[in-house]
């Protein structure tokens, strides 16, 4: 079955560092995504893309955030210079069918802690 | 804006007790929802969705949902809890307001089982 694949599975850095989560959605899915979950909160949407470019961002997907598809399989998120309070989880999500009632599968996520 | 309220961020239940889960929906208009479980260290797996087509929706592993208009809930039960039924559950809502159809998570309910 296919599904959406997420590396690392648990990554450590310094304040300040640079993290990139990467990120290998189904294949013929179109719609991409990218959650955060700070531990015993809920699951918070970060970024929408689609067709090469960010449809929507939330408040919390600030300069220091960034998306990008560099092939036709990769979906990566950067983090330019990682703060405290980036620690989470990151789910990266994705689906086939844009409208409202299309199914998002979500990967088993990254674990992002920050020292 | 459209939002779910899940009431109670810690649910106990006997081993073959009812599960009931609550998920209460604010939206302006008709709501597309959805029921997700998370099991220990792992991605997002839908149970089951309401499109519209049926008030009651019958999910994977025995879990079905009733979207009732009148008291804005869509509430997620399963007549008899297994122990593998220990996870935490999310209700969610399709953003309809924007052109992107995000999901809007509620804060989740952590479902124990007790032998």
């Known amino acids: 079955e296919p599904e959406v694949t997420q590396t690392p599975s648990h990554q450590v850095t310094q304040m300040g560092q640079e993290v990139i989560l990467r990120c290998v959605p189904i294949?013929?899915?179109?719609?991409f995504y990218w959650y955060r979950q700070i531990l015993g909160q809920k699951v918070e949407f970060l970024v929408s893309?689609?067709?090469?470019?960010?449809?929507?961002k939330s408040e919390i997907f600030d300069d220091q955030f960034s998306v990008e598809r560099p092939d036709g399989s990769n979906f990566t998120l950067k983090i330019r210079s990682t703060k405290l309070e980036d620690s989470a989880m990151y789910f990266c999500?994705?689906?086939?069918?844009?409208?409202?009632?299309?199914?998002?599968?979500f990967g088993e996520g990254s674990r992002l802690t920050v020292l | 804006a459209q939002s779910v309220t899940q009431l109670g961020s810690h649910v106990s239940v006997s081993e073959g007790a009812l599960v009931l889960l609550r998920c209460n929906y604010s939206?302006?208009?008709?709501?597309?929802l959805f029921w997700y479980v998370q099991y220990p260290n792992q991605g997002l797996q839908l149970l089951l969705k309401?499109?519209?087509?049926?008030?009651l929706v019958k999910g994977i592993n025995g879990f079905e949902a009733e979207f009732k208009k009148s008291e804005t809930s869509f509430h997620l039960t399963k007549p008899s809890a297994h122990m593998s039924d220990a996870a935490e559950y999310f209700c969610?809502?399709?953003?309809?307001?924007?052109?992107?159809?995000?999901?809007?998570f509620g804060t989740g309910t952590r479902l124990k089982v007790l032998a």
């Open positions: 309401y499109t519209s087509a049926a008030t």
């Open positions: 939206s302006s208009v008709p709501p597309y």
């Open positions: 969610a809502v399709s953003d309809t307001t924007s052109g992107t159809y995000k999901y809007i």
């Open positions: 999500a994705s689906r086939v069918y844009g409208g409202p009632t299309g199914e998002l599968f």
């Open positions: 893309f689609y067709n090469n470019e960010i449809s929507e």
């Open positions: 294949s013929n899915h179109l719609y």
